[in-house]
């Protein structure tokens, strides 16, 4: 794997909603979406989010907002940042996530992430690139993948840091997050409830 090295091929396979049951989560950290609000702002784009991951605070009646997710075009089905002749064209200002590509951190649970690979990346569904990562290890993923999983790692240590926020804040008894609310509850204090949003370093 020595000679194998990552070279994103500006493809937009990332910038795009894969169409079928699958769902791409691009996760914006508030501070991410303040940031993309100003500079669609500034280029007249239109820029829509929503929410991603949420917690019911039922102390409070709040919904906790940790990250939120580009609402696609519904004709599109791109990030509105992507252009078909430059690719992205926030390259030096994307999200966190973005510069994961083509890593991606995988929510297990509520409370749980980890690092996988997209296999519809072209670099990485290439044939020859393909059979040599079908069995990659982690010390080989942190040298083909260098930059990206550096910042996979950064965004992975932040989620955890928003975790442990929350439980913190729990402890203290300062919010009190429902583990049991029916789906029926949960969409009603979605309509109801402010929302508050939580950032870490």
């Given at each position: 794997?020595?000679?194998?090295?990552?070279?994103?091929?500006?493809?937009?396979?990332?910038?795009?909603?894969?169409?079928?049951?699958?769902?791409?989560?691009?996760?914006?950290?508030?501070?991410?979406?303040?940031?993309?609000?100003?500079?669609?702002?500034?280029?007249?784009?239109?820029?829509?989010?929503?929410?991603?991951?949420?917690?019911?605070?039922?102390?409070?009646?709040?919904?906790?907002?940790?990250?939120?997710?580009?609402?696609?075009?519904?004709?599109?089905?791109?990030?509105?940042?992507?252009?078909?002749?430059?690719?992205?064209?926030?390259?030096k200002l994307k999200p966190l996530?973005?510069?994961?590509?083509?890593?991606?951190l995988k929510q297990e649970d509520?409370?749980?992430?980890?690092?996988?690979?997209?296999?519809?990346?072209?670099?990485?569904?290439?044939?020859?690139?393909?059979?040599?990562?079908?069995?990659?290890?982690?010390?080989?993923?942190?040298?083909?993948?260098?930059?990206?999983?550096?910042?996979?790692?950064?965004?992975?240590?932040?989620?955890?840091?928003?975790?442990?926020?929350?439980?913190?804040?729990?402890?203290?008894?300062?919010?009190?997050?429902?583990?049991?609310?029916?789906?029926?509850?949960?969409?009603?204090?979605?309509?109801?409830?402010?929302?508050?949003?939580?950032?870490v370093e």
């Amino acid at each position: 794997m020595e000679d194998l090295h990552y070279q994103c091929l500006r493809c937009g396979v990332c910038c795009f909603e894969i169409p079928g049951n699958y769902s791409k989560r691009i996760p914006l950290y508030p501070e991410e979406v303040d940031r993309l609000i100003d500079i669609a702002k500034e280029r007249n784009i239109e820029f829509k989010v929503i929410e991603d991951l949420v917690f019911p605070d039922i102390l409070n009646e709040n919904i906790i907002v940790l990250t939120y997710k580009i609402k696609f075009d519904k004709d599109i089905q791109s990030c509105p940042f992507y252009n078909d002749k430059k690719g992205c064209s926030i390259q030096k200002l994307k999200p966190l996530a973005c510069k994961t590509y083509p890593l991606s951190l995988k929510q297990e649970d509520a409370y749980n992430f980890r690092i996988d690979i997209d296999p519809l990346c072209k670099f990485v569904n290439n044939d020859e690139n393909y059979k040599r990562l079908r069995k990659i290890d982690w010390e080989e993923i942190k040298h083909v993948f260098e930059k990206e999983y550096e910042n996979a790692e950064r965004h992975l240590k932040k989620n955890k840091k928003l975790m442990l926020k929350i439980r913190r804040l729990e402890v203290e008894k300062k919010i009190n997050i429902s583990r049991k609310i029916s789906l029926k509850e949960f969409n009603k204090c979605l309509r109801e409830w402010e929302r508050v949003e939580i950032t870490v370093e």
